[in-house]
């Protein structure tokens, strides 16, 4: 299966537009609005770090774009989405309080 495929095929997880991210929060329960609001605390801060990151995770995760397709509309390789897609995974997660996303292949 694809990377995306794997993420958007999991229990609870779902492509989001990031225009529909208050209407998801204002629907979801207390602990799935605040896990909403710490991802978008912890993506504010890897945007000072590093934007680009930022955009693959946008493409990625919310808009449920491929690495192809994200590597076309950000204009890099497949190689580097797929190098900073895992680096920002990583880096996110240990943000929100964990120790390392799922494994993807």
């Known amino acids: 299966a694809e990377p995306h495929e794997l993420l958007t ?3 609870g997880v779902r492509a989001l537009a990031l225009d529909d991210a208050p209407q998801i929060a204002a629907e ?3 602990a799935s609005a605040d896990d909403l609001l710490a991802l978008d605390d912890a993506l ?6 590093d934007p680009r990151a930022v955009r693959i995770v946008e493409c990625r995760y ?10 076309e509309v950000l ?3 497949t190689a580097t ?9 990583v880096w996110l997660f240990r ?5 390392s996303p799922p494994q993807q292949d």
């Not at 504010?44 to 770090?49: E, M, P, V, Y």
């Not at 919310?62 to 590597?71: D, H, S, Y």
């Not at 989405?81 to 895992?86: F, L, Q, S, T, V």
């Open 9 to 11: 095929h999991e229990p």
């Open 28 to 30: 979801a329960d207390e």
């Open 44 to 49: 504010h801060r890897l945007d000072a770090l």
């Open 62 to 71: 919310f808009a449920g774009l491929t690495i192809a397709e994200t590597a």
């Open 75 to 77: 204009d890099l390789s």
């Open 81 to 89: 989405i797929k190098r900073e897609w895992a680096v920002a995974r």
């Open 95 to 99: 943000e929100m309080g964990g120790m």
